[in-house]
Nanobody, 120 residues
Framework: QVQLVESGGGLVQAGGSLRLSCAAS????????MGWYRQAPGKQRELVAT??????INYADSVKGRFTISKNAKNTVYLQMNSLKPEDTAVYYC???????????????WGQGTQVTVSS
């Protein structure tokens, strides 16, 4: 079992910043990719940013230049969000995929979601 715990959401004024964190724990042999997605009310979940073990990073056009994804050696992924806009308001979910230690099976886990609200 692989668990993800998110933190860092909240209420911020437009132009402000927030930093989201997502810590992966459990029997993890290796991680292939870590990323962030978001879902606004009445809309489908969409990709925000992803980072692979090979060093490939991808951002949604709507956040390029404002958001930065990063990770540390302890299986934690971050999303630094600057110059926030009201349209960034959504529940943000982290996603991690990789291989479970011991079973060598693939896993694809989601965090519980954290609310980000940007006021105008």
């Amino acid at each position: 079992q692989v668990q993800l715990v998110e933190s860092g959401g909240g209420l911020v004024q437009a132009g402000g910043s927030l930093r989201l964190s997502c810590a992966a724990s459990g029997s993890i042999f290796s991680i292939n990719g870590m990323g962030w997605y978001r879902q606004a009310p009445g809309k489908q979940r969409e990709l925000v940013a992803t980072s692979t073990s090979g060093g490939s990073i991808n951002y949604a056009d709507s956040v390029k230049g404002r958001f930065t994804i990063s990770k540390n050696a302890k299986n934690t992924v971050y999303l630094q969000m600057n110059s926030l806009k009201p349209e960034d308001t959504a529940v943000y979910y982290c996603n991690v995929d990789g291989i479970v230690g011991g079973t060598w099976r693939n896993f694809d886990s989601w965090g519980q979601g954290t609310q980000v609200t940007v006021s105008s």
